[in-house]
Every structure is written in C-alpha cells, then in structure tokens.
C-alpha cells in the first residue's frame, strides 16, 4: 500500500518562510513527477510547483522567485522551501505523486498540511 505523508506546515509571519516535505512510502517500483497544490478555502485545488524524476520544474507564475521545488529520489521524498510568505499563500497544501506500484502508474495524494500566515 503506498502513502504520503507531509510535513512542514504551520503558523508564520508575513515574510517569513517555511519548508514543507512529502514523502512516499510502500511497495513503490518507481516515482514519475511529484508536485505541489494548495487550496484556499471554498476553492478549487491548483497547482504550485512541479518536478519531475530528471529534475525539470515547473511553477506556477504567483511563486516564481519565492518558491524552490526539489526531490530526493532516493528517499522518496519532494520539498517545497517557501520564502517571502504572503498572506493570501494561505491554506492547505498538498503533495501528489505519479507512483508505480506494480504494473501500473496512478497518482497519489497526501493527507494536506496547512499553512497559515499572519500580516
């Protein structure tokens, strides 16, 4: 059975900064792209950052600059370092990850961490 787990998130002042970590375990063959998503709050999830197994980002256009995507494929692990915090970065973040387990690739989700930031 294979799960994610993050950590990382909580309570930080404007400006300030946080590093979020995901990491899968289980019967994994292989993991493909791993990414970032955050939902605010009575809106739908997107997309913040993604990487994939060679290391190639993507971000999305409101962290560019303030937010670094890495892996550790060897743990099985992707991070999310957040400087510069703004208010409106607030709510839930969640890892997802195109895991092989088996035959096949599915994507996988985390369980979400919350981040909040005061101004």
């Known amino acids: 059975q294979v799960q994610l787990v993050e950590s990382g998130g909580g309570l930080v002042q404007a400006g300030g900064s946080l590093r979020l970590s995901c990491t899968a375990s289980g019967s994994i063959f292989g993991i493909n792209a791993m990414g970032w998503y955050y939902q605010a709050p009575g809106k739908q999830r997107e997309l913040v950052a993604a990487?994939?197994?060679?290391?190639?980002?993507n971000y999305a256009d409101s962290v560019k600059g303030r937010f670094t995507i890495s892996r550790d494929n060897a743990r099985n692990t992707v991070y999310l370092q957040m400087n510069s915090l703004k208010p409106e970065d607030a709510g839930v973040y969640y890892c997802k990850a195109g895991i092989v387990a088996g035959l096949r690739e599915r994507d996988y989700w985390g369980q979400g961490t919350q981040v909040t930031v005061s101004s």
């Open positions: 990487i994939t197994r060679g290391g190639t980002t």
